[in-house]
């Protein structure tokens, strides 16, 4: 047995590396996904999403009701 003031052995972290492959599709439905939790509201799915090397762009088109 051990006494009781024996510190406890630190913690065992273990590091895991997790490689995904998306489609095009997966990636652009990730990008939405990502975009409606920043802005907080819906985006239409036939939304138009480019991918560059330095970010993304998502375009959508919205009805004007001259107010």
């Given amino acids: 047995m051990f006494p009781k003031n024996t510190p406890k052995p630190p913690r ?4 895991t590396k997790t490689t995904l492959r998306l489609t095009s599709a ?6 939405i ?6 802005l ?13 090397e330095e ?3 998502i375009q ?3 009805e004007d009701d001259g107010a």
């Fill in 55 to 57: 970010g993304a762009t």
């Fill in 12 to 15: 065992l972290t273990v590091l």
């Fill in 26 to 31: 997966e990636v652009r439905l990730a990008l």
């Fill in 40 to 52: 907080g509201h819906t985006i239409d799915s036939d939304a138009s999403v480019s991918l560059y």
């Fill in 60 to 62: 959508t088109e919205t």
């Fill in 33 to 38: 996904l990502a975009a409606e939790r920043v």
